[in-house]
């Protein structure tokens, strides 16, 4: 049982090792040695939280996401990282409300996963879209339980539950069937 321990509590320092050297002196993270990008940030922060550690970085992180927030609005992807990263650092998120009322006017996706992002955006950001978000995500649960929208998969269903219990767990039909 000692072995297994040890060889967890390694395991442990190896992750929160790896995470710590994708770190960007600059602020943020890269999986590879190139530039800081939000998607890795987002996932760095996340890995050293797990494990109850603050990037060395911290402060040029903070900085370097919130000067993205000055720039434009490109995909709602990176947006969802620099929120969420903003979120954990308890920072203020700010978005000019001609983006805001962008992304309240969009009421329909290409994937779930796209939805789940405008979702959860739209939550941390105030917006009022989130039931016709939930309507649209649930109209692709299909006859088999799961959800997608051309056929079920694992992925888009994830997403779907994900996104439905962010907003209201209850709401989801056939619960039972996923």
Known sequence: ?????????????????????REHAE????????????????YGVKI?????????????????IKSLQ???LFAI????YRINILKYFKRKIFLPESNKLELSSISNFKTIEIAYFYLVVSKLLGLDNLTKIKKWILKYQNADGGFGVHRSDVESTCYAIQSINYLEPSSIPRKNSV
Do not use: S
Not at 2 to 21: I, P, R, S, W
Not at 29 to 37: A, G, K, V
Not at 48 to 64: A, D, G, Q, S
């Open 70 to 72: 000055k720039n434009r």
């Open 27 to 42: 602020g943020g993270f890269t999986l590879y040695q190139n530039n800081p990008d939000t998607k890795n940030t987002y």
């Open 48 to 64: 050293l939280r797990l494990f109850n550690e603050e990037p060395y970085n911290k402060k040029n992180t903070i900085e370097w």
């Open 1 to 21: 049982m000692d072995d297994q321990m040890d060889g967890n509590l390694e395991l442990v320092k190896n992750a929160v090792k790896f995470t710590h050297e």
């Open 77 to 80: 992807q990176g947006l969802f």
